[in-house]
């Protein structure tokens, strides 16, 4: 059933635009309305589906009450429904013509009843809009991330005075939510780990959190690393392309969400991370996720780490037993049917990767002249000696917007291409620049995938 829109302001809460510390008590009302007592309890349901639209239809307020009545059965009181705020108990014109029958068949009759509403029945929006004057709710700020347990704001400047009882509210109406925390600097903007400074504005000071994502745990201390749960569907967008058996060099790793749900496919990923607490952080989600076979953690600068990466994959002999797990059975069975005579399956770790992932978005195209040499002097390594292709390149940048994107893909060519030395153009075989999500209004996050260049890799 609709809400009712013709007298909304009955059902708002009360409005105090000079609250700077939050009261609750504040919010308390009563709304007079009429009920109609319901004589037999069994008739509750026919009745309220008869009287469709006389009935009161308002979120999160039920219209089933309990009316206190020593004369009713056994003094328990009589159900009753919530009716439309349009019907008056006192004035039988306002009664429809379906009330009416039901009164003369004495299965309902009408009552006055004072609904009682609180802080508890509104909305984190509803008590926001009565505590910010009008001329700030253009863009009240409803949007927030979560990262386990803490609510992440961005407060715009207008905003500032009422952060704790944002905060204070946020708290109270998503369970889930134990610490609001408000950013004050964009994330890097003084260290390489994409951390950020923050204020506490409600709550538990404890940053330790756990985090699901694509099958995967993860725990860390959000103050020390980068996590950004708006990237959710990216990281499984880019995860979707690799295939198991192959080679994937995660360059920027952060706590592995690239990582750790590729290894869990069985991907030999080489994860690395220049921040100490990232690579602590994707050591534990290593071993917590079990995927330590397939997945090796490193703590280097990503630029040394890509020349460094590439020579050691093609000196690291590493085969993975991946057979099935034999079940328990008796011994009698266990001896017919000996393990030794089921063949064993092995997947061999290549020895060149095939993508390379780059999310530092900031600068992460700067590290692009590192892919210049990569494999020179194995040439016969790749194709048209063997099957092998060389790598893709998946590295996230940050350029302006528009609506089609096409300044933007030209703009990022030009910069691979003056990274690399070699021409990258918008409408190559092999390349996508992706529309990964908006960031600011006239900023957005791409991913740039295209094919290693062999003038590149052989230089």
């Not at 905060?167 to 998503?174: E, G, I």
């Not at 590290?367 to 996230?396: C, Q, W």
Request: charged share 25%.
């Amino acid at each position: 059933m609709p809400e009712i829109t013709a007298i909304p302001d009955m059902f708002r809460p009360p409005v105090n635009h000079a609250m700077r510390v939050l009261d609750r008590s504040f919010f308390r009302k009563n709304v007079s309305l009429a009920a109609a007592r319901v004589l037999e309890d069994n008739q509750i349901s026919r009745c309220r589906n008869y009287l469709g639209q006389d009935v009161l239809h308002i979120d999160r307020i039920s219209c089933v009450r309990l009316i206190a009545d020593d004369q009713s059965a056994g003094g328990r009181g009589w159900k009753a429904l919530l009716l439309n705020p349009t019907i008056r108990p006192e004035d039988p014109s306002t009664w429809s013509t379906k009330l009416l029958e039901l009164i003369e068949a004495k299965k309902v009759d009408i009552a006055p009843y004072e609904l009682g509403l609180s802080y508890d029945t509104w909305t984190y929006h509803d008590i926001l809009s009565a505590i910010i004057p009008e001329d700030g709710q253009d863009e009240l700020p409803t949007g927030f991330s979560i990262v386990g347990h803490v609510a992440h704001l961005n407060l715009r400047e207008q905003y500032l005075q009422y952060k704790n009882l944002i905060a204070a509210v946020l708290l109270d109406k998503n369970p889930a939510i134990r610490t609001v925390i408000n950013k004050i600097d964009d994330v890097g903007a003084e260290n390489a780990y994409r951390t950020f400074k923050y204020e506490l504005l409600a709550g538990d000071p404890s940053l330790q959190v756990e985090i699901k994502e694509l099958d995967c745990t993860f725990r860390f201390d959000y103050s020390k690393v980068y996590w950004n749960s708006r990237l959710n569907t990216e990281h499984e967008r880019l995860v979707d392309l690799f295939r198991p058996g192959e080679a994937v060099c995660d360059v920027m790793a952060g706590v592995g969400p690239f990582a750790v749900p590729a290894a869990k496919r069985r991907i030999f990923v080489w994860a690395n991370d220049l921040n100490p607490d990232s690579y602590a952080s994707l050591v534990n989600a290593t071993s917590l996720n079990k995927v330590s076979l397939f997945l090796q953690p490193f703590n280097e600068d990503g630029r040394s780490f890509i020349h460094r990466s590439a020579r050691k994959l093609l000196a690291d002999h590493r085969q993975i037993d991946v057979s099935p797990k034999v079940k328990r059975r008796s011994k009698e069975t266990a001896s017919s049917h000996s393990t030794e005579s089921r063949p064993r399956i092995h997947m061999t770790q290549p020895k060149t990767f095939h993508h390379y992932v780059m999310n530092l978005p900031a600068i992460a195209i700067t590290f692009l002249d590192a892919f210049i040499g990569l494999y020179k002097g194995h040439e016969d390594l790749f194709s048209p000696h063997t099957n092998t292709r060389l790598p893709m390149i998946h590295v996230y940048c940050f350029s302006t917007k528009s609506d089609d994107n096409k300044a933007e893909e030209v703009k990022i060519c030009e910069e691979i291409s003056s990274r690399i030395g070699f021409p990258i153009q918008p409408n190559d075989e092999e390349l996508e620049i992706w529309d990964v999500r908006d960031v600011a209004p006239q900023k957005r996050m791409f991913c740039a995938s295209f094919r290693l260049p062999p003038d590149v890799a052989f230089r």
